[in-house]
T-cell receptor
Framework: KAGVTQTPRYLIKTRGQQVTLSCSPISGHRSVSWYQQTPGQGLQFLFEYFSETQRNKGNFPGRFSGRQFSNSRSEMNVSTLELGDSALYLC???????????????FGAGSRLTVL | AQSVTQLGSHVSVSEGALVLLRCNYS??????LFWYVQYPNQGLQLLLK??????LVKGINGFEAEFKKSETSFHLTKPSAHMSDAAEYFCAVSRFSGGYNKLIFGAGTRLAVHP
């Protein structure tokens, strides 16, 4: 079974631009979550989608948005990029949509964004 | 609210020595706890999880962790370190509120293994 695939792996943008990151979950996984990882703030939850619906959102400004398609693939978008948006963006998928703390998240390799 | 504290941002051990990475949690309800490992330029890989079935949890690559409710701890151990264990390790608690897949991570512990 293929793992969680994130594209692109690396990208460089300049301040003010926007960026779209893509995530393909494990086949059959319907829940997709996004996390931001930075040296200063660590791993922070961005949002989670299930069946094309955003179920929860972390404490990030409205410049950060996402969506999920009917095939469970997900994209996240960051508009008007700032230097502080430089980070590793991790996508994770989960098999069930059933609400349970025991759900295991499987992570992709991440998309490393550098904002100049 | 659930939270996780990892004691020691850097741990260094010799090859063959015991590995002990500390994690304390704060939770008002029985928690679901996880340990993930991150190798350079990679995502997070699940090492093990605690879901109340057994207090001693065995994971991959020879790691195990013991859930101690009285100490609110979930420390990760490995009897004998290998060079390939050098990585960053994250303890996480699953937030169980309204039901969704949100993990709250500790700050991470970078493990160095010396020959």
């Amino acid at each position: 079974k293929a793992g969680v695939t994130q594209t692109p792996r690396y990208l460089i943008k300049t301040r003010g631009q926007q960026v779209t990151l893509s995530c393909s979950p494990i086949s059959g996984h319907r829940s997709v979550s996004w996390y931001q990882q930075t040296p200063g703030q660590g791993l922070q939850f961005l949002f989670e989608y299930f069946s094309e619906t955003q179920r929860n959102k972390g404490n990030f400004p409205g410049r950060f948005s996402g969506r999920q398609f009917s095939n469970s693939r997900s994209e996240m978008n960051v508009s008007t990029l700032e230097l502080g948006d430089s980070a590793l963006y991790l996508c994770a998928s989960s098999e069930t949509g059933r609400a349970s703390g025991a759900n295991v998240l499987t992570f992709g390799a991440g998309s490393r964004l550098t904002v100049l | 609210a659930q939270s996780v504290t990892q004691l020691g941002s850097h741990v260094s051990v010799s090859e063959g020595a015991l590995v002990l990475l500390r994690c304390n949690y704060s939770s008002s309800v029985p928690p679901y706890l996880f340990w993930y490992v991150q190798y350079p330029n990679q995502g997070l890989q699940l090492l093990l999880k605690y879901t109340s079935a057994a207090t001693l949890v065995k994971g991959i690559n020879g790691f195990e962790a013991e859930f101690k409710k009285s100490e609110t701890s979930f420390h990760l151990t490995k009897p004998s370190a290998h060079m390939s264990d050098a990585a960053e390790y994250f303890c996480a608690v699953s937030r169980f509120s309204g039901g969704y897949n949100k993990l709250i991570f500790g700050a991470g512990t970078r493990l160095a293994v010396h020959p």
